[in-house]
C-alpha cells in the first residue's frame, strides 16, 4: 500500500491524441513535472503523477507548499484523466508497487518521465569540489540519479510490453553546452546532469531492439514555483522582474515544457529523437507548439549567443 495515496479522475474525452495511453510522470509535484503531467493529461493519455509532498504526509525536504494532491487536481480541471500519489522514488518497495498498481488497472505504460530532482538546494555554487559540503553533496546524487535508475528499473518491464515506448528523461542544459564542465554549479550538480544524459543514451541503446525510445528534455530558463518566488514575481508579472534580472526576459514557464513532452509522445516518429539531448526551444518550431504568450522561447540559443558573450539583454529574435 503506498502511503497517503490521494485519487483524482476525470474521465478523457475522446479524440484527443494520447487516448489509450498510459503515462507516468516522476516527480510531478510542481514545476515541469506538474506541467507535463497536466499537459499529457490534455492530451488524452491517463496520467499517474507522483511526488514526495502531499497534504497528507507533509511537505519533502524540499519544504515548497507545492502538493501531489494539487497538481492531480489541475489534471481533473484540465479534463484529464489522473492520478496522483505520495511516492517516494528513493525507495524501491515504493516503487514497485507503484508500477504493479498501473499494471493491475491498465496492463501497460507508454510513457515514463523521470523529473526526479530539486536537489539543487543543495548545490554550493561556486564552491570548490573538496570544499562543498559531502553529505549535501551525496544527497544531491541521490536524488538526481538513483531515483531515476529505481524509476526505470521497475518501469521499463511494462513499457517494453507492448511496441512504441517512450522515456522521458528530465534534465538542465544541451548536449553541447554540458559537454564543457559546469563549473558555475559545481561538480555534483554537473554530475547529475551528465550522468542524466548517459541514462538516457544508455536507454535508448537497450530499448531499441523493443522499439521503445529514450530522449532527454531541458526545459530553458523556466519560470517554476521557486523561481518566481525567488524573484518575488508571478507568473502574470513576470516581465517586472527582467529589471533587475535583465536576461530573465528569455525565461519560459512549464507548460512550455509539458508542450513539448506531450508532443514527443504525440509523435508516432519519436525514434528519430532516441538517445539525444532535445530543448523545449529546439523542439517547438518542429513540433508547432508555443509557450502560453504564444512565442516560442529558444532559451540555450540566446544563453550562447547573447548571456555568455555578455551581450546586452534582449530577446529579439529569440522568441
Known amino acids: 500500500m503506498l502511503a497517503g495515496t490521494i485519487v483524482t479522475v476525470v474521465t478523457a474525452g475522446e479524440g484527443r491524441p494520447l487516448g489509450g495511453k498510459v503515462a507516468l510522470v516522476a516527480g510531478a509535484t510542481r514545476g515541469a513535472g506538474r506541467a507535463i503531467a497536466v499537459e499529457l493529461a490534455r492530451g488524452g493519455a491517463v496520467v499517474y503523477a507522483t511526488g514526495r509532498s502531499s497534504r497528507v504526509a507533509g ?35 515504493e516503487v514497485r508497487g ?27 555554487f561556486g564552491t570548490k ?17 538513483d531515483t531515476h535508475a529505481i524509476t526505470s528499473h521497475f518501469a521499463l518491464p511494462l513499457l517494453t510490453r507492448q511496441p512504441g515506448g517512450l522515456v522521458v528523461e528530465m534534465t538542465d542544459g544541451t548536449a553541447e553546452y554540458n559537454a564543457a564542465y559546469r563549473h ?5 550538480y554537473d554530475l547529475v ?14 530499448l531499441a531492439p523493443y522499439r521503445a525510445s529514450a530522449v532527454a528534455v531541458t526545459p530553458g530558463w523556466m519560470r517554476s514555483e521557486d523561481m518566481l518566488d525567488a524573484y518575488g514575481v ?11 534580472v535583465p536576461h530573465f526576459c528569455i525565461s519560459e514557464s512549464p507548460a512550455y515544457t509539458g508542450r513539448a513532452v506531450t508532443a514527443l509522445a504525440c509523435d508516432p516518429e519519436v525514434a528519430r529523437w532516441s538517445g539525444q539531448v532535445l530543448s523545449t526551444g529546439q ?17 540555450w540559443r540566446y544563453v550562447v549567443e547573447v548571456q555568455d558573450k555578455g551581450l546586452p539583454a534582449s530577446d529579439h529574435g529569440y522568441r
Open 98 to 124: 507503484l508500477i504493479e498498481r498501473i499494471d493491475r488497472a491498465h496492463g501497460r505504460l507508454d510513457v515514463l518521465v523521470n523529473d526526479i530532482f530539486d536537489g539543487g538546494r543543495y548545490a554550493q
Open 59 to 93: 511537505p519533502s525536504e524540499v519544504g515548497r507548499p507545492e502538493t501531489i494532491e494539487q497538481t492531480g487536481e489541475l489534471i481533473a480541471a484540465a479534463g484529464g484523466e489522473g492520478v496522483a500519489l505520495r511516492v517516494d522514488h528513493l525507495q524501491p518497495d
Open 184 to 188: 558555475h554549479e559545481g561538480f555534483y
Open 283 to 299: 523542439l517547438a518550431p518542429v513540433y508547432g507548439f508555443t509557450d502560453t504568450d504564444g512565442t516560442q522561447p529558444d532559451c
Open 234 to 244: 508571478t507568473e502574470q508579472t513576470w516581465r517586472e522582474a527582467t529589471a533587475k
Open 129 to 145: 569540489f573538496w570544499e562543498h559540503d559531502l553529505a549535501g553533496g551525496l544527497r544531491m546524487l541521490r536524488i538526481g540519479i
Open 193 to 206: 546532469k551528465a550522468a542524466v544524459h548517459r541514462m538516457t543514451i544508455a536507454q535508448a541503446h537497450e
